[in-house]
């Protein structure tokens, strides 16, 4: 029996639910705010603690005295640490993070040319993972303690436990070195380099959109080694994770009811239970493809992939600070983003997180 | 019902794997374009293309095929010098006046004609910009005050080049011939140019250029720069109004690859012609296989371990001479360095004028353990080594760790970053270092001058050469000899100066010169006239076809 509600009653409960969205995204606004500062401040710290010169990795070993003497002037490197921390705030705040001292170009310039090459890498690696995965941690899931289900635990373990580098190496020498199949390291061709303007820097989408055939097939022979590694890694931790949720489902007494009622076993499996296991299975996914979109640094290694892990291993091993700097920036906006979209997804997908 | 979800399964997994196989696309054999010359190349040193700025060795490399000098080593003798854009020069009897002869015709890639007043500015903007590699030029006397005086246009075809002490032409010369010398195109760079605000710092209105040259390119050579992505890619293109013999490629491409390993798969697999970084095993392969090639070439860059003065133990002489003997030289020239470098003891490396054969140590732990125990060190003592994590001075220092251990001497290896390691020994805080010393131009002077000259051995000094860097105070009159074969005219003589300055470092100084880099190179067999030259400056690509 429902008591029905005064208007005051109404418009009261209207208010708080108000003034609850403002506290939240309020209280959202906040953690950004200190994360971004914490992040700003603990690696912009950890970059002049470094027992590195910073000069040097601007001028190298064979600068006379006095040039060292005044870049470290002009640079402000002799000022106290706060001070140099407030400036580098301060230009951070109206989007300068600098010039990058290994490419000479302004720091976010060089991370738009690189942040495409990881997220192509990391959006092939993330749906050949959970193409893949899902449907086997469907299966562990459903032939539970079968032999099946021991081939996907072996399958993840490994996935899990070899170093990637390693399984890189090894895939390239039989790919690419023993049986061709594959690209060497790159994201092109040098024979297209100059033939193929990317309007976006999806390799894949661009040649696919300006009808080039040909390029298209180069970029995939590229892609494909490192992008096939990345998605055995998430693949290994996806379907892991699906299996656990499934076995969780399939234990849920709708699925007796569904039983029971004659539905067939694939509408239950694939129609019911994974349905209901999608909810958290997004943000499993969309965790990995964060982690994969902070640049996979070995992968890119190994493959010369010229994403952003690269760009960031490369600037650290200069010391070359602006560039890590903007680097880690940007690497936290992804995680929130990612984050926040997942959040997002999980009101879509399940209606019950919409009601409250 | 099993059943059912299997076969769901099976097609969705027969469905990935079949499009992954598809797509991978048939077995295809590489091939680099026939007009291209693509070389794997770790480039990660360069942060500049401006001439006037840039000092790495990969860069010099770039600038030695981009762009022109007055003059250039002879590659037949490197004790020697041939003209570029000169055509003669002559030294004036006070030995104070260079006067060089343009030869006629002359065009920069733009098309731009190529003048005396070229010269000139290339060699004022190198003064005023001061940059790091700008003391190749300022040690004869140039400050920015006096720069339009002392190198001049005297007229279209002549530069006039005047130097404040009667050096002995040679050095003058080999200076030249170095990056900063390049000429570049005024009025390309006068386009360019952006402007400044002066400072105490930095007197001038504008920036000569440099911030537009760090990528661009002013230059005549038989390559145009065309670009330059930091850890990616350089490519050159031909220059069709190159003053010399046209190249007969017409690109060269670049690519950084940093592992030995990978550019070997890489030219195996015919995806690039010429791998550059090979180390011993790989270079091994790459000559024993019948459709590539190697070649080698002795570099300027000498390899050695050095003792900091400011350790007590490392201060006595007797020390220093029984680290000489506590090196296993045979061992590393036939293992750790084989195919890439060659025992060397001298601080001058072969190909310079006043080089000097003598490699006088051996291993020989007796005669180490009697000069230990001369410095009342007979029960050894203990020490540690900075050593940056890469090959081959992580191997030679493991190397040299045994060894030392059979006199009783205890040596702990601090690995780290090659930055790290370099900040530590700038700052005078290592007990031993081992590193590479490179010669900053083509002549004996620039290795004489950092291991024999520390004129303030003070933590303050402002001359911070190798010697000072390990605290050694250099006997007064080795530094006044190092100076004095700067300015003696007869080369001979100046070479025999040179030569008794090595004995002497040889002897009684706190460095250990290990060995001197052969740079090595393995290349597709399909390459014709492909050579790597004396310095990095020399490493040529302009004579290369296919």
Known sequence: ?356 | MMHSMNKHFRMLTASAAMSLILMAGAPAFAETPADTLVEGFAFDDIITMDPGEAFELSTAEITANTYSYLVRLDLNDTSKIVGDLAESWTVSDDGLTYTFKLKPGLKFASGNPITAEDVAYSFERVVKLDKSPAFILTQFGLTGDNIAEKAKAADANTFVFTVDKAYAPSFVLNCLTATVGSVVDKKLVLEHVAAVTPSDEYKYDNDFGNAWLKTGYAGSGAFKLREWRANEVVVLERNDNYFGEKAPLARVIYRHMKESSGQRLALENGDIDVARNLEPGDLEAVSKNTDLASTSAPKGTVYYFSLNQKNPNLAKPEVAEAFKYLVDYDAIGSTLIKGIGEIHQTFLPKGVLGELQENPYKLDVAKAKELLAKAGLADGFSVTMDVRNTQPVTGIAESVQQTLAQANIKMEIIPGDGKQTLTKYRARTHDIYIGQWGQDYFDPNSNAETFTVNPDNSDEGKVKTLAWRNTWDVPKEWTEQSKAALLEKDATKRADMYKDLQKKVLEKSPFVIVFQQTEVAGYSGKLKGFKLGPSFDTNYVFTVSK
């Open chain 1, 1 to 356: 029996m429902t008591i029905p509600e005064t208007t005051t009653q109404l418009a009261g409960r209207s208010r708080a639910r108000a003034k609850g969205r403002a506290t939240s995204i309020l209280k959202f606004l906040v953690v950004i705010v200190t994360t971004y500062l914490g992040l700003l401040a603990v690696t912009f710290f950890i970059g002049r603690v470094i027992p590195i010169d910073p000069v040097l990795a601007i001028l190298g070993d064979r600068a006379p005295t006095h040039v060292v003497e005044r870049t470290r002037e002009l640079l402000g490197f002799n000022e106290p640490l706060y001070y140099q921390f407030y400036v580098y705030l301060r230009d951070a705040l109206t989007g300068n993070f600098g010039t990058s001292v290994l490419t000479t170009n302004p720091v976010m310039d060089d991370i738009r040319r690189v942040f495409p090459a990881t997220m192509e890498l990391a959006t092939v690696g993330t749906l050949i993972g959970s193409l893949i995965g899902v449907p086997l941690g469907v299966l562990a899931a459903v032939r539970r303690g079968s032999i099946a289900d021991q081939v996907v635990r072996v399958i993840g373990l490994v996935g899990y436990s070899v170093p990637i580098f390693w399984l890189g190496l090894l895939a390239l020498v039989l790919f690419y070195a023993k049986l061709r199949w594959v690209a060497y390291p790159g994201r092109i061709d040098i024979v297209y380099e100059y033939s193929f303007t990317p309007a976006t820097g999806f390799f894949l989408l661009d040649s696919l959109w300006q009808g080039q055939w040909e390029v298209f097939k180069d970029v995939f022979r590229h892609i494909i080694l490192p992008a096939g590694l990345l998605g055995y890694f998430s693949l290994a931790y996806i379907s892991r994770m699906t299996r656990s949720f499934m076995l969780n489902e399939l234990q849920q007494e709708y699925i007796v009811a569904a039983r029971a009622k004659g539905l067939s076993e694939t509408r239950i499996i694939w129609g019911h239970a994974l349905r209901n296991a999608a909810v958290p299975l997004v943000t499993v996914i969309a965790l990995s493809y964060a982690g994969l979109l902070e640049g996979s640094v070995l992968t890119e290694t190994v493959f010369s992939w010229p994403g952003l892990g690269l760009y960031i291993t490369n600037s650290l091993q200069n010391a070359d600070m602006n560039a890590v700097l903007g680097g880690t920036i940007v690497i936290g906006s992804v995680f929130i983003a990612i984050n926040l979209l997942s959040d997002l997804l999980y009101r879509t997908l399940d209606p019950r997180t919409r009601a409250r």
